[in-house]
């Protein structure tokens, strides 16, 4: 099967969970024997063109503009579109598997794939398709506990006043013709996320969980030991972690860590992924607490580095602000037999059990967040059998293995 992956950042030079799992996917269907071209995109053009990576074949396209016309360009990106057009001409594609395509390659590719014949499945990373921005729209405030119904049904006038000058309201319409029209199959990566789809017209939806290989994640008691001598931690170490901004909660649990300090008085933060402006925001909030010394930044990291760094901490948490498809963080969490706390809003909660391999949270409510944290630091043991629970169920039914299997039947379905 010749198949052609759509994703707009793809490794080395993704950062976010959608293309670290169009990775793992492709690298999977290759060495099951398929022939995969990756075509994504680059802000510099001096790294644009084909090169290999970890064995995949891989296609960069030069594209820059002001995110401001998102809701425009995200459309339709003429130039990039015409380079996707011939590279897709000479491949020649059996099916083209696209992802997050909203940034740079633009809807636009998709009916390019489909107008030239190749069988096309999108799979829905996050609520892009019918919301510009992350989804917070559905959560009430005001809510005590840990809600677990919602209804995600977008309302035009709300989306315009929240995004003014930068509202298309023909944007969500063009998507859902599109959708219709040149796409065989749209996989969700999560219940919630597919009943969120469903509910803003978008339908034609199957759900298939993002996997991992739990194997990978193995490393050595002296490599933890190294990390841990490298970034000074203790015993008492919360990871938090992924592309860092406001709305994953950051600084909430801070907020959560303030009320935690005195009890824990080596409790540290270890942040993971890349500060930028929003870890500069955390270190000032932190020093207002008075306790920056105890944030600990890695930066970027990946590979056998960034598996360390989980099985240095001692728990992890995911605390989103808003709709979360289905966190890779809790993924790789369990991977590495870590307990997790996380957000009730999305999908998280179809991995995480409350009370077994972790705590569902609010995190709008941060004493709940610092109780669960505090029940974990506090019980060492069942925060070690919350992780083994989660590595548990991730080798059974969230393996990196059982994912390709499903996209696999799902791709030879279509190519009868």
């Excluded at 995949?56 to 016309?69: E, G, H, P, V, W």
């Excluded at 796409?183 to 969980?209: C, F, M, P, W, Y």
């Excluded at 039914?397 to 009868?416: G, H």
């Amino acid at each position: 099967m010749r198949i052609a992956i759509l994703q707009d950042d793809f490794p080395p030079d993704s950062f976010g969970g959608a293309g670290i799992i169009a990775f793992g996917l492709a690298q999977e269907m290759r060495r099951r024997g398929h022939e995969v071209l990756v075509l994504t995109t680059i802000r510099d053009s001096q790294y644009a063109g084909e090169f290999n990576y970890e064995g995949l074949r891989i296609c960069r396209i030069a594209t820059k503009y002001d995110l401001r016309f998102q809701a425009y360009v995200g459309l339709w990106n003429v130039p990039v579109v015409m380079e996707v057009k011939k590279i897709l001409s000479t491949f020649k594609p059996d099916l083209v598997h696209a992802h997050n395509v909203h940034g740079y390659l633009s809807y636009r590719s998709i009916v390019v794939a489909k107008k030239l014949g190749a069988k096309v499945v999108l799979t829905g990373h996050d609520v892009m398709p019918f919301n510009y921005t992350k989804y917070t729209d559905f959560i009430d405030l005001h809510e005590a506990g840990v809600p677990s119904v919602f209804h995600y049904r977008v309302n035009a006038w709300q989306q315009f006043r929240a995004n003014r000058f930068r509202y298309n309201p023909l944007r969500n319409v063009i998507i859902r013709h599109v959708l219709r029209s040149s796409v065989d199959r749209i996989v969700a990566v999560s219940k919630a996320l597919s009943q969120a789809l469903n509910e803003n017209g978008i339908g034609n939806t199957r759900v298939i969980h993002n996997g991992i290989d739990a194997a990978a994640w193995t490393v050595s008691s002296q490599q933890v030991l190294e990390f841990k001598k490298k970034y000074a931690l203790g015993d008492s170490v919360i990871l938090f972690g992924g592309r860092l901004s406001g709305i994953k909660g950051g600084g909430k649990l801070l907020e959560a860590a303030e009320k935690l300090v005195r009890a824990f008085p080596d409790l540290q933060i270890l942040i993971v992924g890349k500060a930028g402006v929003y870890g500069e925001r955390l270190l000032k909030q932190a020093k207002k607490f008075g306790f920056q010394d105890r944030l600990i930044f890695t930066g970027w990291i990946s590979g056998p580095e960034l598996h360390t760094a989980y099985h240095a901490a001692t728990l992890v948490v995911t605390p989103s602000l808003c709709f979360d498809s289905f966190p890779t963080v809790n993924l790789e969490a369990f991977a590495c037999k870590k307990s997790v706390i996380t957000t009730c809003f999305g999908g998280a909660r179809e991995l995480v059990e409350d009370g077994v391999s972790g705590y569902v949270v609010n995190p709008y409510h941060v004493s709940m967040l610092a109780e669960k944290i505090q029940a974990l630091l506090t019980d060492r043991k069942k925060c070690s059998a919350f992780g083994e629970n989660g590595f548990t169920r991730v080798r059974q039914d969230f393996s990196l293995t059982a994912q390709v299997d499903a996209y696999e039947k799902l791709f030879r379905s279509l190519l009868v």
